[in-house]
């Protein structure tokens, strides 16, 4: 069946970087957009950023523009979201997703910005 296990999250100090990875299993990753989302507390889920098949076209939400980076190893099913800069508002629960008919969800993985 279709998983996706995003793992990275962790607490870090504003101006930190983390890397987040997503490592999906039971369908053909390579045919699919790949999106990473994000939920702060209190706050509705909110698209990050989205990576096309083969990885050569990539966009972002405003918010994040300039810091994070999406990027895909075809080989290894994996999807990443490399975050720069960080700032306490990109506080959240992180979630990896692709659309198959249904949009798909991994479990997520926390990031907590703050000092």
């Known amino acids: 069946q279709v998983q996706l296990v995003e793992s990275g999250g962790g607490l870090v100090q504003p101006g930190g970087s983390l890397r987040l990875s997503c490592v999906a299993s039971?369908?053909?990753?390579?045919?699919?957009?790949m999106s990473w989302y994000r939920q702060g507390p209190g706050k509705e889920r909110d698209f990050v950023a989205t990576?096309?098949?083969?990885?050569?076209?990539?966009s972002y939400a405003d918010s994040v523009k300039g810091r994070f980076t999406i990027s895909r190893d075809n080989a290894k099913n994996t999807v990443y979201l490399q975050m720069n800069s960080l700032k306490p508002e990109d506080t959240a629960v992180y979630s990896c997703?692709?659309?198959?008919?249904?949009?798909?969800w991994g479990q997520g993985t926390q990031v907590t910005v703050s000092s």
């Open positions: 039971g369908f053909t990753f390579s045919n699919y957009a």
């Open positions: 990576v096309t098949t083969s990885g050569d076209r990539r």
């Open positions: 997703t692709f659309f198959n008919n249904r949009q798909y």
